[in-house]
């Protein structure tokens, strides 16, 4: 599955939930709480901006916003809500697009470097990330824990979600590290809808490494947004790396 075609017009036009889910006060407020505090006054960069979830309220916090994005459907929805003054986008992979100028705070949301499928790609993201900080700056990655102590000998499928309308599976390949994460969704009626997603699940000690090796050292990670300890039965983890002065 290449990510172009996930990410098509149909992903685009169906990816925004105002007010719900991941667009819902409870997650967006903390997030851009935070983040606003880690840029200090200083530029932001998004890397996987999508319709501008995290970015479009950043901005309106007063924090200078800039999106890297590989999904054109995706940067035609951003833009039906900001347009390129007030939120400039590079297309790109964010594994080598660059954005001009340099940057106090890179952050990526929501899991999406596991969205690129190898370590090689993974470790060019944080060195990506590098290369727009000024010393001193800080790389923040939203990540979830792979879901490993659920699976039983035998077995490789966990249901993450259930809810009204909605059913989420990751089925895993632990030989490659790679799970595919399979959403339906349906309503009264016979029909559902699926859609699925790749990703490189990453542990975060793994995460660590890919770190330092692109100059970082960890600052703190948390459970969430609002500062929650991160313990060994946290579900995600919001992890701050800041870059090597100098």
């Known amino acids: 599955m290449d990510l172009a075609d996930i990410w098509d017009d149909e992903a685009a036009r169906t990816y925004d939930t105002p007010g719900v889910g991941m667009f819902s006060p409870q997650v967006l407020d903390p997030t851009v709480t935070r983040l606003a505090g880690l840029a200090a006054?200083?530029?932001?960069?998004?890397?996987?901006?999508?319709?501008?979830?995290?970015?479009?309220?950043?901005?309106?916090?007063?924090?200078?916003?800039?999106?890297?994005?590989?999904?054109?459907?995706?940067?035609?929805?951003?833009?039906?809500?900001?347009?390129?003054?007030?939120l400039p986008v590079v297309r790109g992979d964010m594994t080598s697009a660059r954005a001009p100028g340099a940057f106090a705070l890179v952050y990526l949301v929501y899991n999406t470097i596991s969205n690129l499928l190898t370590q090689a790609e993974q470790i060019a993201c944080f060195r990506n990330a590098a290369r727009h900080l000024s010393a001193g700056?800080?790389?923040?990655?939203?990540?979830?824990?792979?879901?490993?102590?659920?699976?039983?000998p035998g077995q490789d499928a966990v249901v993450f979600a259930n809810e009204p309308g909605y059913v989420g599976l990751d089925t895993y390949d632990v030989l490659h590290q790679r799970v595919v994460s399979h959403h339906f969704r349906f309503d009264d009626s016979r029909q559902a809808t699926l859609s699925r997603t790749?990703?490189?699940?990453?542990?975060?000690?793994?995460?660590?490494?890919?770190?330092?090796l692109a100059g970082f050292s960890l600052e703190n990670r948390h459970a969430d947004w609002t500062g929650a300890e991160f313990t060994a039965e946290s579900r995600s983890h919001v992890s701050v790396y800041m870059l090597a002065a100098g």
Do not use: C, N
């Open 41 to 86: 006054g200083g530029r932001a960069l998004e890397f996987a901006v999508g319709t501008g979830r995290v970015a479009i309220p950043l901005a309106e916090r007063g924090v200078p916003v800039t999106g890297i994005e590989l999904s054109q459907p995706m940067i035609e929805e951003l833009r039906r809500k900001a347009d390129e003054t007030s």
């Open 137 to 152: 700056g800080r790389f923040v990655v939203e990540l979830w824990v792979p879901e490993l102590r659920k699976l039983p």
């Open 198 to 212: 790749p990703h490189r699940y990453i542990w975060p000690a793994e995460l660590d490494l890919m770190a330092e």
